[in-house]
């Protein structure tokens, strides 16, 4: 058995890994999506002050479910790619790294990108943003209502994005990363820096046609986090 500890995208909830759960459902892997405050089961939770502050919370309870007889492994999607980072080179002690990383859909934290400025935009432009990348599903763009019930939670993450503050002098990830990146939206030569902020061997793999390649490409995903946590079960 080895756990599996999953951080969600930007406006991301725990329901966001619900197929790539499904895909690894029959293997010996105990899949843990994790829920940010205000998001999802928290929605009554006042949201995060700081980027930091979002960190924390994941680590404390990647923490409170940590079975420490068993491995376990971190799944960050887009910015909860930003949010392990963190969580790696600040919280999680040496003495309890976790067998493999898997990072995907965005630059380094050290690289400039626009989405750090997606709160500074209009709700006209902001919403046009989302929907160029697949942000908002098909339903709810439709419906001025729930729209703006999805886009709030969605644009305070991205507030805290854009206050996030890359420190130069934290320590690099200590471990085994797989990297998926699509090429069509973040692009090989803007993520293949992430190997500068690693102490391991880095794979890249490159998936589907536009940033939630979670969502199209769910099974070619699942069949190669179950191949690679498997093999640190042998």
């Known amino acids: 058995m080895l756990q599996l500890f999953c951080i969600p995208y930007a406006g991301g909830t725990s329901a966001s890994y619900n197929t ?3 895909f690894l459902a029959e293997e010996p892997i105990d899949v843990i ?31 409170k479910r940590r079975i420490k007889e068993i491995p376990y492994a ?4 887009s910015m909860g790619s930003i949010v392990a980072y963190e969580i790696l080179t600040k919280y999680i002690p040496s003495t309890d790294l976790p067998a493999h990383i898997f990072l995907a859909a965005h630059f380094p934290p050290d690289a400039p990108g626009e989405s750090y ?10 919403i046009e943003t989302l929907e160029s990348f697949g942000g908002i599903p098909e339903i709810l763009a439709k419906n001025k209502r729930f729209l703006a019930l999805y886009t ?5 993450d991205y507030w805290l994005l854009g206050h ?12 085994d990363v797989t990297f998926f990146y699509c090429e069509k939206d973040t692009p090989y030569i803007r993520v293949k820096d992430w190997s500068n902020l690693i102490e391991g061997l880095v794979t ?4 589907g046609n536009n ?7 769910t099974e070619e995903m699942a069949a190669a986090i179950k191949k690679i946590l498997l093999s640190k079960q042998q």
């Open 164 to 175: 996030y503050d890359y420190k130069e002098a934290v320590k690099k990830i200590c471990g």
């Open 33 to 63: 999506v994790l829920e940010y405050a205000g998001h999802g089961t928290r929605v009554k939770e006042p949201g995060y002050d700081s980027f930091d502050a979002m960190a924390s919370d994941i680590f404390h309870m990647i923490s």
């Open 74 to 77: 971190i799944l960050g999607y």
């Open 117 to 126: 400025d997606y709160w500074r935009m209009d709700d006209q432009t902001f």
């Open 204 to 207: 890249y793999y490159e998936l």
């Open 20 to 22: 790539l759960t499904q």
């Open 152 to 156: 709030k939670p969605l644009r305070h």
């Open 211 to 217: 940033h939630f390649f979670i969502n199209t490409h």
